[in-house]
């Protein structure tokens, strides 16, 4: 019974432009929600939260969606660099998603 | 400024064996909690400490043991190792209930 989905096993993106990761999750009493950064055999990075009081937060550029009605955020990062490349997980509190591989191009 | 540290990097068990994989913070945080990566899954949780003294299971408590005796330690057991248990682990900190820094994991083989 998975409560979060990133249904994107994997994302490209050329350098510059904007990169959009998603995350669905069924549970409605979650009410915080966090952004994670993963390089290869590294632990995880915090990036980004959200209070389930807020539809948005912005750092810097990575700015987080939530949609509570349906049950879905997003992260956006703008500008995308090559140092984004890495695997981004959303938490719903302690549930993590299956995560999305996103790929930066030159 | 060592953060989460998590020893050993790596370990190959036979099965049956015993372990204890070790963590430790020294940012003074009060949470600390253990998950395993499986390949194409996220993160799950197994267990969780939310002060010294303090234990909690999560998702997947199963063949895992904790014990917190300071704020600064949380080591796993693994009483008699199984190939499922073949796995990353990662420990994590943070001052609040939500995991916030982790350490680079420790990759266990049970063969």
């Known amino acids: 019974d998975q409560q979060v989905k990133q249904n994107s096993p994997s994302l490209s993106v050329q350098e510059g432009r904007i990169s959009i990761l998603n995350c669905d999750y069924t549970?409605?009493?979650?009410?915080?929600f966090l952004w994670y950064k993963k390089y290869p055999a590294e632990g995880p990075t915090f990036l980004i939260s959200?209070?389930?009081?807020?539809d948005k937060n912005e750092d810097g550029r990575f700015t987080v969606f939530l949609n509570k009605s349906a049950k879905h955020l997003s992260l956006h990062i703008v500008p995308s660099q090559p140092g984004d490349s890495a695997v981004y997980f959303c938490?719903?509190?302690?549930?993590f998603g299956q995560g999305t591989r996103l790929t930066i191009n030159p | 400024n060592a953060g989460v540290t998590q020893t050993p990097k790596f370990q190959v068990l036979k099965t049956g064996q015993s372990m204890t994989l070790q963590c430790a913070q020294d940012?003074?945080?009060?949470?600390m909690s253990w998950y395993r990566q499986d390949p194409g899954m996220g993160l799950r949780l197994i267990h969780y400490?939310?002060?010294?003294?303090?234990?909690d299971q999560g998702e997947v408590p199963n063949g895992y043991n904790v014990s917190r005796s300071t704020t600064e330690d949380f080591p796993l057991r693994l009483l008699s190792a199984a190939p499922s248990q073949t796995s990353v682990y990662f420990c994590?900190?943070?001052?609040?209930?939500?995991?916030?820094?982790f350490g680079d994991g420790t990759r266990l083989s049970i063969l």
């Open positions: 938490a719903p509190a302690t549930q």
């Open positions: 994590a900190s943070s001052p609040g209930g939500l995991p916030q820094h």
């Open positions: 400490s939310v002060g010294a003294g303090i234990t």
């Open positions: 959200i209070s389930s009081i807020k």
């Open positions: 940012m003074n945080h009060e949470y």
């Open positions: 549970n409605s009493m979650f009410d915080y």
